[in-house]
């Protein structure tokens, strides 16, 4: 399995972006997708997460500006980020739980976008 992310960039303050995730390979279906994030001299963090039927989960810190959505056909998660603030510079992983067609679960990760907010 993997996972492919893009649409990382530099964006100014105030400006938005939209990630995208796609996973690929040995998938019968997929649990929870999410997007966690690492600053330079930080631990990784979650950002947010979704359930297969559209549950949400996201950190106090983007509630409100950030909004995860998931195309179970597409096997793809997508994060769209607004208001960003430089706060919010980190390189951005996705993951997915994945049940494959031998009925074995596991957690893949993507290699990571970077997301760079700055004036």
């Known amino acids: 399995v993997q996972l492919q992310a893009s649409g990382g960039g530099l964006v100014q303050p105030g400006g938005s972006l939209r990630l995208s995730c796609a996973a690929s390979?040995?998938?019968?279906?997929?649990?929870?997708m999410g997007w966690y994030r690492q600053a330079p001299g930080k631990q990784r963090e979650l950002v947010a997460d979704?359930?297969?039927?559209?549950?949400?989960n996201y950190a106090d810190s983007v509630k409100g500006r950030f909004t995860i959505s998931r195309d179970n056909a597409k096997n793809t998660v997508y994060l769209q980020m607004d208001s960003l603030k430089p706060e919010d510079t980190a390189v951005y992983y996705c993951?997915?739980?994945?049940?494959?067609?031998?009925?074995?679960?596991?957690?893949?990760w993507g290699k990571g976008t970077q997301v760079t907010v700055s004036s």
């Open positions: 390979g040995n998938i019968f279906s997929i649990n929870t």
């Open positions: 979704i359930g297969y039927g559209g549950s949400t």
């Open positions: 993951n997915a739980d994945v049940l494959n067609d031998y009925y074995d679960s596991m957690v893949y």
